[in-house]
């Protein structure tokens, strides 16, 4: 049982007023939890949470496997818990859906910048364009390590093609790094466009990505190094 009477209806009346401003990060828990654990007293599991993963944020990233060794958390409320942070992704793309025409870095920037939220993984994209640098497509083509020796530089040609792309930008994340071109970051990217540029398509930049900061390599002069 709830520990007061009318404890969710509160809460839940209080996000709907205000929103989250004001909340502690266990009550966002206790929160997301009603939606998961009915007829419970949550209070103490989203302390629970906070107390093995730290953070709000290493809970919502962290495996559904390690969420259920917390006593309580079952595969609903795993699920859930998953849930929040690729919703957050899906509703970040969604709101640059309308970004029809891509003719600068900075453009380049704020339309992948959003595919990289909450992603733990090294994933890489690949954003398509016409001759007039309207966006045909975007689409993932490898997640793993990015390195000139796995990344599949056939798949990056043959998405190019299906597209009928003229221009295409390559992007890739360092998630637990800076936005900083590595050196094997650069061998790809020489790769890359060499391939493509086999096929008469060019490579018209490399966007790195960390948190939510990125840098074109274009931009820095590094795309022919």
Known sequence: ???????????????LRDGLDGFEDHQVLELILFFAIPQRDVNELAHALLR????????LDAPEQDLMKVPGIGENAAALLKLLPQAGRRYLISKEADSGVIQNSGQAGAYLLPRFFAERDETVYLLCLDAKSKVLGCQRVFQ????????????IVETALLYNASYVILAHNHPSGVALPSEEDYLTTNLVSSALRAVGVELRDHIVVADQDFVSMAESGALAR
């Open 144 to 155: 793993g390590s990015v390195n000139s020796a796995q990344i599949s530089v056939r798949k």
């Open 1 to 15: 049982m709830e520990l007061h009477s009318g404890h969710r209806a509160r809460v839940k009346r209080r996000f």
């Open 52 to 59: 093995r993963f730290g953070t709000l944020a290493a809970v």
